[in-house]
């Protein structure tokens, strides 16, 4: 099982090992939380300098990912960017690998609490996204029904014999998906964490990232 | 120099007569750098302070005229007890005060604006001084510089820091003079060469080495067990010697194991004799109170580890007993001096070795004592984490020239060879982070300006690098307080990926209490008093050391007699069964023994190189088994051998120990393990590129952080050159990976080896059953047990039939 197939509101839909999901009717790729520019960001606000090559990082398995489903759409679910000066954080040959990655198809722009705003890219920037019977937002809203969503950058932990295995995860129900974080330098909130159990209905289900998915019910308290 | 009047007169009226190393000491106060090197109990701090106190009894002094600094805060607030006693006694008008992280922030803040004439310190509250910008002024005028238990601070990084902060101060005042107060050690030129102010030499002093110790190992009626290190067997003849004796100080190797015993201790403690227990977790409240029953002689018995390992000099200590094997022979001899601080009278002590490999161990070390064979590692060139930081504090102070700050760095022992190339790299670290992509020229955080020095770009980060001092390792802890009304009373500390085990309910022992875990509220640990389980131990990431080359010898050696006149029955009779049923190891064989336990596959390797490269080791076969589709689950590493399990059992070990194939791809393997992980992340912490001290992004909980593996992974791809990931290869090899001992275990035993088959654990892999530290394997294993694991929680929840 390196994909996991569901479906949601009558879509079928794959979440894919690397975090991305793929709608494969609509030709839709999704992916949230790139938080590109972060490490240019963190510099210029507090002075630490961590290794500047996280966006080359988030976009070569981006690509990767557009190369292996070839989609006609790419939805970004928001805080696709670190804050609003992309311009500025990003190095020239970025910006131009982003171009590059959104010629011939067509790109949505979702606003998130970091990049509230229009952004310097080409592309659709929208509040959010309606297709067929789902809702693609930054942040999942508690009424919601077939709603696509990030934010939280949820991660799940599983207890295996003598060890406790930990990956960023697409929580699932019948209701909504929550997308992990596609950025590489980005954390994780436990899928224990109330915001997230409020959300999730009983049966959600988690489905870990790696080199395959796994797929796992949610911990519930 | 004679002793002046006022002094003889006190010396007189205690009915002391002078040492001969204090009037050394007291002749050499001119010199620029003076080593003393006296057993404890030897008036060692009163002879690094006898020129101070006389400079300051016959020349009035503006301000600060002596630093002292020492490895404990515990330390510090026991010298200036014992200094303001003469001083008071004398009617000096001498002021002593001392600064840790413990003082108070009004007390430090006046302690800049007006400074004591003797200030005792830390080397991390020193490096803080230093990064004030009114440094300058607080050390103006400065004389002298005490440095007490130098031997412990140059075995870390602490004294390379330390050494650092003292060029600085060399700078501010040239005419600094340096003393430093050490036990007993094998190599003393070594320690003189990293506290001389380059090139100026060290004197080095040595007192009277006293008496031979009497020190003997505990035989009890009792058997001790097979494993584990809580020497709970031994607690009837522990409570009795402590009945014999005034006050007993009883040490362990742990934190956890020092609970655990003074939990037990006490349980046998019928007499209610007053025992308390001290160590680094405890709450502060609670150590001052320990500390303070010590020295008015409440106490007959304090359980500790090594927060009072060093020269405390504490009410009457007549006996020290040493719980575990002593792991090497020079740590011995320091605690062993704990005992009995009258000079030239022996000090007394018993080794109890915890379970019965830890008997072999006692009496090798007790072989070692009486040949007085000490033992140590040869010291390595000042790393450069250290020196990154250093650069940061210089330029929180104030902006700074390269060429002079590189010449002060020169002036320390243990960078006087570090290259200007290396120096520079360091620099450009601080400044831009050090890329091969130059991402940061707008945000540099040092920048060169027209004066043509290096300045913060952004004074405000002088506050971060402030929080960020320090070369200690903490591991992540969280404050422990009772539940209760105002906050409750604080306990101590517990490891933060404890407190992740702990679900409600869940007990366990914490400065000798059993509590109860009833939740984590904003960062602290909230427990009860209802303790009706077995506790949990809390685990402290205490340092372990790894068993010396000498003792691990001498114990290979014992093993080849035909009979062990000196090991009690028990132990013997062990080793003769284990000679039976399998072998004992042997020198220039590696012995190799595999059973099955648990329904796992388990292989131990006795190699006899020290916990370090023991681990090491695991790492490397480890990796030989995922390429031969063992799939290997994990290891432990004690100081004597590897014992790796997995799911597939080793049927032929010479694949395993072919060192030609385990150098093989050692520098990719290197690359990929934990162990590079974990030394990255206490480098990138040392060296400023991750901050290890920020509240607000702990409370937030971890959305805001991520881990530190990811900073490593990406380097490895994109920049593997980077002065960061050279520091960390730097670290790994000659710290937790010991790569040396390695090659000297193989030129040791070559590729001969013996492979005992059994169908269950034998006598000597015993205690290895039970050790902690046990090390997971992310390989081809993990994804197989995430697949079985996966599909068990799916069918208990009844979601296997409902998705598809």
Known sequence: MNKYSFSLMGANLVALPSGALWWPERGILCVSDMHLGKSDRIARRRGSMLPPYEVRDTLTRLEAAIVDTKPQTIVCLGDSFDDLNAQISLQDSEVQWITRLQAGRSWVWIEGNHDPGPIEFGGTHLAEFNEGPLRFCHIATPAGRGEISGHYHPKTSIKAKDRTISRPSFLVDDQRVIMPAFGTFTGGLRDSATPLQALMSETAIAVLTGTRTTVVPMQRH | ?804
């Open chain 2, 1 to 804: 120099m004679t002793l002046p009047a006022p002094f003889e007169n006190w010396f007189a009226t205690k009915g002391w007569s002078i040492h001969p190393h204090q009037q050394d000491m007291l002749n050499a106060a001119d010199d620029p750098s003076v080593l003393l090197i006296a057993p404890t109990g030897g008036g060692k701090t009163l002879a690094g302070f006898l020129p101070s106190l006389i400079d300051l009894a016959e020349t009035p002094h503006d301000g600060l005229h002596t630093l002292y600094v020492s490895p404990l805060k515990a330390l510090a607030a026991d010298i200036k007890r014992n200094l303001t006693t003469p001083v008071t006694e004398m009617g000096l008008s001498i002021r002593i005060e001392d600064r840790t992280g413990d003082t108070t922030y009004t007390q430090k803040r006046k302690q800049r604006a007006d400074p004591p004439h003797i200030l005792l310190t830390t080397p991390e509250s020193l490096a803080l001084l230093t990064s004030y910008e009114d440094a300058p002024r607080i050390f103006k005028g400065i004389k002298r510089i005490v440095i007490d238990e130098i031997h412990a601070l140059a075995e870390s990084k602490r004294g390379d820091q330390l050494m650092l902060a003292l060029a600085r101060l060399q700078s501010l005042e040239p005419g600094l003079r340096r003393v430093g107060l050490s036990a007993t050690v094998e190599d003393p030129q070594a320690i003189a060469h990293l506290m001389a102010h380059h090139p100026d030499p060290t004197h080095i002093v040595h007192a009277d080495p006293g008496p031979d110790p009497d020190i003997t190992m505990l035989w009890t009626e009792e058997l001790p067990p097979w494993s584990g290190g809580g020497a709970k067997y031994s607690i009837p003849a522990v409570i009795n010697e402590v009945k014999k004796h005034n006050t007993t100080l009883i040490f362990h190797n742990t934190r956890a194991q020092a609970e655990l015993f003074f939990h037990n201790l006490w349980l046998a403690n019928t007499e209610n004799l007053p025992i308390a227990i001290h160590h680094g977790s405890l709450d502060r409240a609670q150590r001052q109170k320990v500390e303070a029953g010590m020295v008015a002689g409440q106490l007959r018995a304090i359980v500790c580890t090594g927060t009072l390992d060093l020269g405390i000099d504490w009410g009457d200590v007549d006996l020290i007993i040493q719980i575990g094997a002593p792991k090497n022979v020079k740590r011995l001899v320091q605690r062993i001096g704990r005992a009995n601080h009258r000079y030239n009278a022996p000090s007394k002590a018993i080794l109890v070795p915890a379970n019965r490999f830890e008997v072999v161990e006692c009496v090798a070390a007790l072989a070692a004592v009486k040949e007085r064979k000490l033992d140590g590692d040869p010291r390595v060139r000042g790393p450069r984490d250290v020196l990154c930081q250093h650069i940061l504090i210089s330029a929180s102070s104030a902006p700074f020239s390269a060429d002079a700050l590189y010449a002060e760095i020169i002036s320390c022992g243990a960078y006087s060879d570090l290259t200007r190339t290396e120096f520079d790299d360091c620099l450009d670290f601080c400044a831009t982070g050090g890329y091969a992509l130059r991402a940061y020229d707008k945000w540099q955080r040092l920048q060169l300006r027209d004066d043509g020095l290096w300045h913060l770009r952004d004074p405000r980060t002088a506050q971060r690098i402030r929080m960020n001092v320090g070369t200690i390792q903490d591991t992540d802890t969280l404050k422990v307080r009772l539940r209760g009304r105002a906050g409750g009373k604080p306990l101590g500390e517990i490891e933060e990926g404890f407190a992740a085990t702990l679900t409600q309910g869940d007990t366990f022992l914490i400065g000798g209490q059993i509590v109860r875990y009833e939740g984590l509220r904003e960062m602290t640990v909230q427990v009860s008093r209802r303790a009706d389980k077995t506790p949990k131990i809390a685990t402290f990431m205490g340092t372990k050391f790894a068993t010396s080359t000498q003792l691990s010898h001498r114990i290979l050696e014992m093993f080849q007699a035909a009979d062990w006149p000196d090991l009690p029955p028990h132990t013997a009779d062990w080793l003769d069964l284990q000679r039976n049923v399998s072998k004992l190891p042997e020198h220039g064989r590696f012995l190799v023994e595999s059973f099955p336990y648990n329904g796992k596959a388990h292989t131990a390797i006795y190699g006899f190189a020290g916990r370090n490269a023991q681990q090491t080791l695991g790492l490397l076969i480890t990796k030989r088994m995922e390429e031969l589709g063992l799939d290997p689950l994990g290891f432990l590493a004690t100081d004597y051998a590897t014992l790796i399990w997995g799911l597939e059992p080793v049927s032929n070990a010479a694949t395993l120990l072919d060192p030609k194939k385990l150098r093989q791809g050692f520098d990719e393997w290197l690359a990929g393990n934990a162990v590079m992980k974990r030394t990255f992340k206490a480098s990138a912490i040392i060296s400023g590129l991750i901050e290890r001290n920020s509240p607000q992004a702990r409370k937030s909980g971890r959305q805001a952080t991520f881990s530190s593996d990811i900073l490593y992974e990406t380097l490895l791809k994109y920049d593997p050159d980077h002065l960061l990931m050279q520091i960390t290869r730097e670290e790994a090899l000659r710290g937790l990976v010991d790569f040396s001992r390695i090659e000297e275990m193989f030129a040791r035993n070559g590729n001969r080896f013996d492979h005992i088959v059994r169908d269950r654990v034998t006598p000597l892999a015993t205690p290895l059953m039970l050790e902690v530290g046990r090390i997971p394997v992310a390989g081809a294993a993990q994804d197989r047990l995430l697949a079985e694991a996966a599909a068990e929680l799916m069918e208990n929840s009844g979601l296997a039939n409902i998705e598809t």
